[in-house]
């Protein structure tokens, strides 16, 4: 204890001294003087820094007033341009791993087989050069899923589509439909993603470089959506143009294969899944990565 | 894990020599805005009018954006060389205009690559980033408006063509 700590003690018991007597009980009619009373305040202060002053910071006691953990040195974690290109092959995997999913369950045939087969095939490439421009700037590649966005994005979407017995969910009823609702949400979000990129990252040519894959992204999701909606291929919302070229409701529909003016970094909704008993299917948003779920460059491969 | 920071030296305001750059993104987006226009006023679009007014429109607020963005230095004018190359493919037949837009935002899609990789503020770079995801979707719905199928043509929807992506690294006629 050192000559500070003796001074709170000795205050300390200066103050119990002055309140002894005091009726606190009646709070009314109070002996307690004002000035008495700033003394208690005073003394249950001095008193908690008294404790927490002389607490331990590696002690294994149970824990008390007092005793606060050592505090662990964070992980410093800039955002990179490896960081990013980390993150990109991340989201190429996350792809690739849905349509093997669902080529693997038999869920395509025709015409919906064939350009998945090329939607993945894209993907695989576009994994392997952020791969690469991730090794030339001197980082490791990150050659798996994005593990949060698996979580709590694609892990879910499939469930709701294929079903799952031991959680209760039963298969949709449409697979191919919803399908391409997930691989549009999926392919917009990519897209979405690269051009998130430009302004993060340090290096020019990389910006062209994340661009010139966005924009093959946009072309799958763009692909989805005419196949979605033929009759409407650019939505009007959002634009001031005539009348007679708006469309005639009042609701986006889920698709376009142009479904805005600029690409947006908005929330994708995509809804998925058998119809509850009250008729509600799930909806998902699907989002760009955000900072949480970036793979810096310490979080390790399996 | 701290707050994690980006890290770029980049400015953010486009420099000089972007302001160039994205004065000559907004001349030729007024340039295909009036080829579309013109295309339409001919009559082109049979049941897909409403999606070439819509893409009009969009190369319009492309134009508007980049005031916004480097302000007295914009044009305000189309690239006039651009429309009277083109302004022949943009008359009534909706099929052709379809193809010749189709190359056109094709050739978008590869210069504004090269800008973008050039810029170097991150607000301009941002911006024609932006622009770039939707030419491209402009490309698949174009080729879907020329009656083309994205299983038997995959390329001409999914593929920006060499000669578009040589064409833009050399320099051009599109920017």
New interface residues.
């Given amino acids: 204890m050192n000559n500070s700590h003796r001074e709170e003690l000795h205050t300390f018991s200066k103050i119990v001294k002055a309140t002894q007597g005091a009726d606190f009980g009646s709070a009314v009619q109070s002996s307690l003087s004002r000035r008495r009373f700033f003394i208690a305040g005073g003394a249950t202060i001095s008193f908690g820094a008294l404790l927490a002053a002389c607490g331990g910071s590696t002690t294994t006691d149970i824990a008390r007033i007092g005793n606060a953990p050592e505090k662990t040195k964070l992980v410093d974690a800039p955002v990179t341009d490896i960081a990013l290109l980390r993150t990109a092959t991340s989201l190429e995997h996350n792809a690739i791993f849905v349509y093997e999913a669902v080529v693997a369950a038999g869920l395509l045939s025709g015409d919906a087989a064939i350009l998945a087969a090329r939607f993945l095939s894209d993907h695989q490439a576009h994994a392997e050069a952020t791969a690469s421009l991730t090794e030339k700037l001197g980082g490791k590649a990150f050659n798996e899923p994005n593990p949060r966005l698996q979580s709590i994005y694609i892990e879910p979407a499939l469930r709701l589509i294929t079903g799952d017995e031991a959680k209760g969910i039963p298969a949709t009823d449409d697979p191919v439909a919803d399908v391409l609702a997930l691989a549009y949400a999926l392919e917009t979000i990519a897209g979405s993603t690269y051009q998130v990129y430009v302004p993060m990252l340090a290096d020019p040519a990389l910006r062209g470089a994340a661009i010139g894959i966005g924009e093959q992204e946009a072309r799958h999701a763009a692909v989805i959506g005419s196949l979605l909606n033929p009759g409407r291929l650019v939505s009007s919302f959002g634009l001031s143009i005539a009348a007679e070229y708006q469309e005639e409701t009042d609701v986006p529909a889920a698709a376009y294969a142009v479904p805005t003016a600029f690409g947006t970094k908005a929330p994708v909704p995509v809804t998925l899944g058998a119809a509850n008993e009250s008729g509600i299917r799930t909806s998902l948003n699907l989002e760009t990565p955000s900072l949480n779920s970036l793979v810096y460059e310490y979080v390790d491969g399996e | 894990?701290?707050a994690?920071?980006?890290?770029?030296?980049?400015p953010v305001r486009p420099t000089e020599a972007d302001t160039e750059l994205l004065a000559s993104v907004q001349a030729s987006a007024l340039a295909i805005r009036d080829l579309y226009h013109a295309a339409i006023a001919a009559g082109a679009g049979g049941?897909?009018?409403?999606?070439l007014?819509?893409?009009a429109?969009?190369h319009d607020?492309?134009a508007q954006?980049i005031s916004s963005l480097i302000g007295r230095a914009a044009p305000q004018a189309r690239d006039s060389k651009l429309f009277t190359d083109n302004k022949a493919n943009f008359g009534a037949d909706t099929t052709a205009v379809a193809l010749a837009a189709h190359t056109l935002e094709n050739d978008l899609?590869a210069a504004h690559?090269?800008v973008?990789?050039?810029?170097?503020g991150?607000?301009g770079?941002?911006l024609v980033?932006?622009?770039?995801?939707?030419?491209?979707?402009?490309?698949?719905?174009l080729a879907?408006?020329a009656g083309k199928s994205?299983?038997s043509d995959?390329d001409l929807?999914?593929v920006?063509p060499e000669a578009a992506t040589a064409d833009a690294q050399t320099t051009t006629t599109i920017a």
């Avoid at chain 2, 049941?47 to 999606?51: E, G, K, M």
Wanted: glycine share 2%; net charge negative.
């Fill in positions: 894990m701290t994690p920071k980006i890290i770029s030296a980049s049941d897909h009018v409403a999606s007014v819509a893409i429109a969009h607020a492309y954006a899609v690559t090269e973008v990789g050039s810029l170097e991150t607000e770079a941002a980033a932006s622009m770039i995801i939707i030419e491209a979707r402009h490309v698949v719905a879907a408006i994205p299983v995959t929807f999914l920006t």
